[in-house]
C-alpha cells in the first residue's frame, strides 16, 4: 500500500470527495439533500468544528473517504472519537485503504489526545466486519435511535 498516501481533505479536494461521499450514501442506500451534503463539506474545512476528514489518494485520485468526530465522553476525562464514514471505492476494497484510513484517525485521534475510537458499521456489512474484528475490539453494544 505505498503507493496509497492518506491526506486530510482541504478546499481543493470536493470534487474528488463528493463522488465518494455520494457513493457512500448510495452503499448505505440513503439520499440526503444537496444542503445536508453542503453543510458537511463545509464542516469538515472548518478549523473550528470537531469533526475532520481525510481521503485517500492513489495514481492522483481518491479511491477512499473518512469523516471522525471528536467529541467528550462522561466515562473519561479525554474525548473519544467516533469514526462517522468509511467509504472505498469498489475496485480498491481488500486493497487495505480502509485500513489505512482507519490507522489514520487512529493516529489523529491520539495526537489529539483521544482516548478511544469507535464506530458503527451495519449487520450486513461483512467485508467491513472482517477487517474490523482484526483491528479492534468488538464490546457487543447495540444501537437503539428514534429520529427526531
Not at 474528488?16 to 458537511?40: G, I
Not at 492513489?58 to 473517504?65: N, R, S
Not at 469514526?83 to 489529539?112: C, M, N, S, W
Amino acid at each position: 500500500m505505498s503507493d496509497v498516501q492518506i491526506k486530510a481533505v482541504t478546499d481543493d479536494d470536493h470534487a474528488q470527495w463528493l463522488p465518494l461521499w455520494l457513493a457512500y450514501l448510495r452503499f448505505y442506500k440513503t439520499e440526503l439533500p444537496d444542503n445536508v451534503s453542503q453543510s458537511t463539506w463545509q464542516r469538515l474545512l472548518d478549523a473550528h468544528e470537531p469533526t475532520h476528514a481525510a481521503l485517500a489518494w492513489k495514481d492522483g485520485k481518491a479511491v477512499g473517504m473518512v469523516h471522525f468526530i471528536y467529541h467528550r465522553s462522561n466515562w473519561s476525562i479525554h474525548n473519544a472519537c467516533y469514526l462517522q464514514d468509511l467509504f472505498v471505492t469498489p475496485e480498491q476494497r481488500g486493497a487495505g485503504v480502509g485500513r489505512l484510513l482507519i490507522e489514520h484517525v487512529y493516529a489523529a485521534a491520539k495526537q489529539d489526545g483521544c482516548d478511544k475510537v469507535h464506530w458503527l458499521t451495519h449487520e450486513t456489512n461483512a467485508t467491513a466486519i472482517q477487517l474490523y474484528e482484526r483491528i479492534a475490539e468488538r464490546p457487543g453494544f447495540i444501537q437503539f435511535r428514534k429520529m427526531l
